[in-house]
């Protein structure tokens, strides 16, 4: 029930772009009647790419805001780092739709997008998946004890995931930090806290 009103949200913002294609003439059937999940996949069925129009990496629209200045994260975050609390004004929105290879992203950190001194600031990512995320839909992926060293690890461009447009930092195979490789499932609704110079990654949906 918490997360209903997000889910409409992203009913709303799905709507609105298949109506988008559709006026464009790059669909020729905007889906209505499936639910956000089967829906954004029959959009990515049709045209390609269609998965990340439920990526969003402006300010969050009201109910995915109020769940992100909900009482209960901030009392999380609270735990973390006292109680003087400042939102970062980017909450990132991601539909991985199976086989959509643009919206995995490999290993990196958070704070390879910031100035380096902000490696030196605990910032804590509240990761919530909307459906049971698991290892065959493409979980979140980290490396245990990547976050120790408080540094940043060399990052590279990521066009290697195959995609000239991609701009997402990655860290090649020969600067990873040692350490295991931990698969995060999780059950719809969970909360996955990591800092900003922890290693992880979001894998393929395979499902």
């Known amino acids: 029930q918490g997360m209903q009103p997000a889910l409409d949200e992203f009913e709303r913002i799905v709507d609105e ?7 464009a003439g790059e669909i020729e059937d905007i889906h209505t009647g499936e639910d956000v999940y089967t829906r954004l996949i029959s959009l990515e ?44 004004p980017v909450c990132v929105l991601r539909a991985k739709t199976p086989d959509a290879t643009l919206v995995s992203v490999d290993w990196h950190q958070d704070s390879a997008y910031a100035v380096e001194e902000a490696a030196k600031t605990l910032q804590p990512t509240a990761w919530i998946p909307f459906l049971d995320a698991t290892i065959e839909n493409g979980t979140l992926e980290v490396i245990r004890g990547s976050h120790k ?10 066009t290697h995931v195959g995609h000239s447009e991609s ?37 393929e949906n395979r499902s």
Not at 17 to 23: D, S
Not at 167 to 178: A, G, R, V
Not at 185 to 202: I, K
Request: glycine content about 10%; aromatic content about 8%.
């Open 17 to 23: 772009a298949a109506e988008r294609l559709f006026a």
């Open 45 to 88: 069925n049709e045209c390609r790419g269609g998965g990340p129009l439920l990526g969003q990496r402006e300010s969050p629209r009201p109910a995915l805001a109020k769940l992100w200045a909900s009482d209960k994260l901030l009392d999380m975050v609270e735990q973390f780092i006292g109680p003087d609390i400042c939102g970062h």
């Open 149 to 158: 060293p408080r540094r940043i690890f060399p990052h590279d461009l990521g």
């Open 167 to 203: 701009s997402y930092l990655y860290i090649k195979e020969e600067n990873l930090p040692p350490g295991d490789v931990v698969a995060c499932e999780a059950q719809m609704g969970s909360v996955v806290w990591h800092s900003n110079v922890l290693v992880h990654r979001s894998t």
